[in-house]
């Protein structure tokens, strides 16, 4: 059989933009002597607050969002459940949602977030209240609950990724919560986490949030407070103080020590003392070259014993950007597998070289046509492709040709 023969190097170029990245701290719920917020003042099960967060400047394309809180500061009650959610994510901004799930008092949260635009990065969440092994308790030990979570298909993940996660939503029920969330086994199409529940605390309700990336574009790491006793100043109980114990990581990968990088954290873990607020906090997180150093605290009359933070560090690869949303995406093979190109402002030029490989799966623009002919020069039996496609099998063609110009409606056709 043969197959098309195409130069594709400045189309590749044309199609791809090249990454970008935003990131910010939203701090505005927050304790209020008056008025008070929704969250703080009633004890309506579902009252929320909402907040619109703007990048500070538009992108491209719509970017993948990552949330991480980096304080939690709700009241002594239980049940005790809150559900941070992001929605309404475009080039401009992004919603989130802070959702009371019991009667109890909510103060607020501060809640880190990162925009990234590189198709080597994704994200997954998932929330669920099927969580027997943790939902009840009769002895006060350690259970730990088993999650799996299946990639898209869509995803271009060559190995096991490397991937971090943090608590958006919890609902507690009984007291001395101590709560932990971590990797287990991951490979290129799936991964499992692990729900890690102590003492006598139950959950109903998690909602986790992971950002997920090759190993050679993502590093991942954890932060943990252990307390040591009376000499730990977050077991201390001193109501008119803030108390913190500074940590630091150190990046031994080389690849993540060049620039340009970013980073991000946020709050995968905690164990309080029940009887008093739950208020942790982390301050001051910094990155200087291949050191990572975080304050993780509390304040007034909450005990903090145990805590955990997880950080990443993004590189982008030097060939790294995503295909732009008005140019169609072609690959090899079924599932959107194996080498790609693109089609975006200009007729494709054939048969000269640098393709000779078949076309099996594609991704078209909304509100576009794409048209597919087994002969050159736009003849013969074509086939109209007007949406995502992710396998055709077409033995019957000797030679496919695939064209397309946004500003030519020879070629593209607005339905």
Same mark, same amino acid.
């Given at each position: 059989?043969?197959?098309?023969?195409?130069?594709?190097?400045?189309?590749?170029?044309?199609?791809?933009?090249?990454?970008?990245?935003?990131?910010? %701290? &939203?701090?505005?719920?927050?304790?209020?002597?008056?008025?008070?917020?929704?969250?703080?003042?009633?004890?309506?099960?579902?009252?929320?607050?909402?907040?619109?967060?703007?990048?500070?400047?538009?992108?491209?394309?719509?970017?993948?969002?990552?949330?991480?809180? %980096? /304080?939690?500061?709700?009241?002594?009650?239980?049940?005790?459940?809150?559900?941070?959610q992001?929605?309404?994510?475009?080039?401009?901004?992004?919603?989130?949602?802070?959702? =009371?799930?019991?009667?109890?008092?909510?103060?607020?949260? &501060?809640?880190?977030?990162?925009?990234?635009? &590189?198709?080597?990065i994704?994200?997954?969440?998932?929330?669920?209240?099927?969580?027997?092994?943790?939902?009840?308790?009769?002895?006060?030990?350690?259970?730990?609950?088993?999650?799996?979570?299946?990639?898209?298909?869509?995803?271009?993940?060559?190995?096991?990724?490397?991937?971090?996660?943090?608590?958006?939503?919890?609902k507690?029920?009984?007291?001395?919560?101590?709560?932990? #969330?971590?990797?287990?086994?991951?490979?290129?199409?799936? =991964?499992?986490?692990?729900?890690? #529940?102590?003492?006598?605390?139950?959950?109903?309700?998690?909602?986790?949030?992971?950002?997920?990336?090759?190993?050679?574009?993502?590093?991942?790491?954890? %932060?943990?407070?252990?307390?040591?006793?009376?000499?730990?100043?977050?077991?201390?109980?001193?109501?008119?103080?803030?108390?913190?114990?500074?940590?630091?990581?150190?990046?031994?990968d080389?690849?993540?020590l /060049?620039?340009?990088?970013?980073?991000?954290?946020?709050?995968?873990?905690?164990?309080?003392?029940?009887? =008093?607020?739950?208020?942790?906090?982390?301050?001051?997180?910094?990155?200087? /070259?291949?050191? %990572?150093?975080?304050?993780?605290?509390?304040?007034?009359n909450?005990?903090?014993?145990?805590?955990?933070?997880?950080?990443?560090?993004?590189?982008?690869?030097?060939?790294?950007?995503?295909?732009?949303?008005?140019?169609?995406?072609?690959?090899?093979?079924?599932?959107?597998?194996?080498?790609?190109?693109? #089609?975006?402002?200009?007729?494709?030029?054939?048969?000269?070289?640098?393709?000779n490989?078949?076309?099996?799966?594609? /991704?078209?623009?909304?509100?576009?046509?794409?048209? #597919?002919?087994?002969?050159?020069?736009?003849?013969?039996?074509?086939?109209?492709?007007?949406? &995502?496609?992710?396998?055709?099998?077409?033995?019957?063609?000797?030679?496919?040709?695939?064209?397309?110009?946004?500003g030519?409606?020879?070629?593209?056709?607005?339905?």
């Amino acid at each position: 059989m043969k197959y098309l023969v195409l130069s594709v190097c400045a189309l590749s170029v044309l199609g791809f933009i090249k990454p970008q990245y935003d990131s910010g %701290i &939203d701090q505005s719920l927050h304790w209020a002597q008056t008025p008070y917020h929704p969250l703080q003042q009633s004890v309506e099960v579902g009252r929320s607050f909402q907040t619109l967060v703007k990048f500070n400047k538009p992108f491209k394309s719509t970017p993948t969002v990552i949330l991480a809180p %980096i /304080k939690y500061d709700f009241g002594d009650t239980l049940p005790q459940g809150f559900d941070i959610q992001l929605s309404a994510v475009n080039t401009v901004g992004f919603t989130i949602t802070y959702v =009371a799930l019991s009667p109890a008092t909510i103060f607020g949260f &501060d809640v880190s977030w990162a925009a990234i635009l &590189d198709s080597n990065i994704y994200t997954y969440e998932l929330q669920t209240n099927n969580l027997p092994v943790v939902k009840s308790n009769k002895e006060g030990n350690t259970r730990i609950q088993p999650l799996e979570v299946t990639f898209p298909e869509n995803w271009s993940l060559k190995t096991a990724p490397n991937v971090a996660i943090y608590i958006l939503g919890l609902k507690m029920v009984e007291p001395w919560p101590k709560i932990n #969330v971590y990797m287990g086994v991951i490979t290129k199409t799936s =991964a499992q986490f692990k729900v890690s #529940v102590g003492q006598k605390g139950t959950i109903e309700f998690l909602r986790v949030n992971m950002i997920i990336g090759e190993k050679d574009t993502l590093l991942v790491g954890t %932060i943990t407070h252990k307390t040591n006793g009376g000499n730990d100043p977050l077991n201390v109980v001193n109501p008119e103080s803030e108390r913190v114990k500074k940590y630091d990581d150190k990046i031994t990968d080389e690849v993540f020590l /060049k620039t340009p990088r970013y980073t991000l954290y946020g709050i995968s873990g905690l164990y309080y003392n029940y009887g =008093a607020f739950c208020r942790f906090l982390t301050k001051n997180y910094l990155l200087v /070259k291949d050191k %990572i150093s975080v304050e993780i605290g509390t304040w007034q009359n909450s005990q903090l014993l145990d805590g955990a933070i997880q950080w990443f560090v993004y590189v982008p690869k030097p060939d790294a950007g995503v295909t732009d949303p008005d140019c169609a995406q072609v690959w090899e093979s079924c599932n959107y597998q194996g080498d790609s190109f693109t #089609v975006c402002d200009r007729k494709m030029s054939f048969p000269k070289d640098g393709w000779n490989k078949p076309v099996k799966s594609f /991704k078209v623009p909304e509100g576009k046509v794409l048209k #597919v002919y087994n002969e050159e020069n736009l003849k013969g039996l074509s086939i109209r492709i007007e949406k &995502d496609l992710p396998c055709m099998e077409v033995p019957k063609f000797s030679f496919l040709q695939l064209v397309g110009s946004l500003g030519d409606d020879k070629f593209w056709e607005n339905d």
